[in-house]
């Protein structure tokens, strides 16, 4: 199968798709490795995008959209590091997404948790990838486009978690995922303090 045949077989299907992941015989650091070359793929993909729509020549208005900037600026000055929090980041989602759904009464291992969390990003990559073509011939389209690849990201990640953890309730799938964002958000925060995005004097 092609590599388009798996990303539309992987949007049809994410239940079926989850089921072939957690069937494949790795070993625990195949799966990690498979997470590190999605997040590789991913941040390549978002540096691309920053560079595309980020306007860096803007003045602030207010606090919150300097820090924004300065965020912006200073991924796409070190690409290095961009791609170290993404690939951080997702591996913080693994743990987050284990332990949440094991306090939820999910039954998945760890191991295919690994593998939906590249899975789930791969897709988001190759829907955002399409949104960028779109923003190349009309931005105000790529914003319609940009909602689509949400909904779109958000229903397989649900398909599957509920498939691999054994879930049927879409409103504890919801409580699972905002747990584990929160916990990613506050994972996030660290790393960019740490790598001295937030604190005073930091690189930009």
Known sequence: MTLLGQVNEGLRDPRG?????ASLDLSRGGQWQVLLLSALIAALANHVGLLMTVDFSITPRDPIEELVLQN??????????????????LVISVFMLYW??????????FGAGILLIAYVNFIHTVLFLGQLAIFVLSPPLASLAGIAVLVLTFWVFTSAISELHGFRSLFR??????????????????????VGVILPGGPV
Request: proline content about 2%; charged content about 5%.
């Open 17 to 21: 798709t989850m089921r072939w992941l």
């Open 72 to 89: 912006a600026t200073m991924m796409a000055r070190q690409p290095f590091v961009h791609a170290i929090v993404f690939a951080s980041m």
């Open 100 to 109: 949440v759904s094991r306090m939820c009464g999910g039954t998945g291992g």
């Open 173 to 194: 799938i919801f409580v699972m995922i905002l747990m584990t964002a929160f916990g990613c958000l506050f994972g996030l925060i660290f790393l960019l303090t740490i």
